[in-house]
């Protein structure tokens, strides 16, 4: 797996070569150092701690600095733990770029999504109106939908791809939409799904009564 913490900078959309509009959100990805390390022999499984976003050490509390000190790299704002493929050949402050990633792969975005406040059971859960009159059952049942808070959940888009790398500005654009709004805190890591390579004649079924059974060749060309 491959991972880095970063900022929603905000959509927009590009054009690919035949011309047709992609609708892409830019990111702007690390870079993230190392700051810890987990391994077999002393933790039991095998993964690194990036750290993200330079800030002043007076924001810091003296157990979260002198963590970082001990690492050797200068005091962060966000620490995440990541289970990456690399994650025993990596170093205490070795550099985490955007350039991990190259177009054509797909990830997960994770972050937080937008706070909409108190509301009602309309705008939470999509509910309708029912009637204007009383009566009602004597009490509330369990799971029932209500008013509440609504939104600043932790959520992840899954399998977005990734159109677009710029090492040098820390740029990462994938294609679709990210939770949260621009400027929060998202980390992109490659996607859990299965991508299977679509062998050829995959669509022509083995059964004679169907019609692509009975002329795979039709069947072939019409998937061209």
């Known amino acids: 797996m491959k991972a880095i913490i970063g900022r929603k900078v905000g959509m927009s959309q590009i054009f690919d070569e035949k011309g047709h509009v992609i609708p892409v959100t830019v990111i702007e990805a690390g870079p993230c150092v190392v700051t810890q390390k987990k391994t077999s022999e002393k933790d039991g499984y095998e993964a690194v701690q990036l750290g993200y976003e330079d800030i002043r050490e007076a924001k810091l509390s003296k157990p979260e600095l002198g963590h970082l000190n001990k690492a050797g790299v200068s005091?962060?704002?966000?620490?995440?733990?990541?289970?990456?493929?690399?994650a025993s050949e990596l170093e205490l402050g070795a550099i985490i770029k955007a350039d991990t990633f190259k177009s054509g792969d797909f990830v997960d975005v994770t972050g937080t999504s937008k706070g909409h406040g108190y509301t009602g059971v309309i705008?939470?859960?999509?509910?309708?109106?029912?009637?204007?009159?009383?009566?009602?059952?004597?009490?509330?049942?369990?799971?029932?939908?209500?008013?509440?808070?609504?939104?600043?959940?932790?959520?992840?888009?899954?399998?977005?791809?990734?159109?677009?790398?710029?090492?040098?500005?820390?740029?990462?654009?994938?294609?679709?939409?990210?939770?949260?709004p621009k400027g929060s805190l998202v980390t992109v890591k490659t996607t859990v799904k299965v991508h299977k390579i679509k062998q050829a004649g995959a669509d022509i079924s083995k059964n004679p009564q169907k019609a692509s059974g009975r002329n795979p060749q039709k069947a072939s060309a019409r998937n061209m």
């Open 75 to 86: 005091p962060k704002k966000y620490l995440r733990e990541f289970d990456l493929d690399n």
């Open 123 to 180: 705008k939470r859960w999509n509910a309708s109106r029912g009637r204007m009159t009383h009566g009602g059952p004597s009490r509330i049942f369990k799971g029932k939908i209500g008013p509440g808070q609504y939104g600043v959940e932790t959520v992840t888009i899954q399998n977005l791809e990734v159109v677009k790398v710029d090492p040098e500005l820390n740029m990462l654009v994938v294609r679709g939409a990210v939770p949260g």
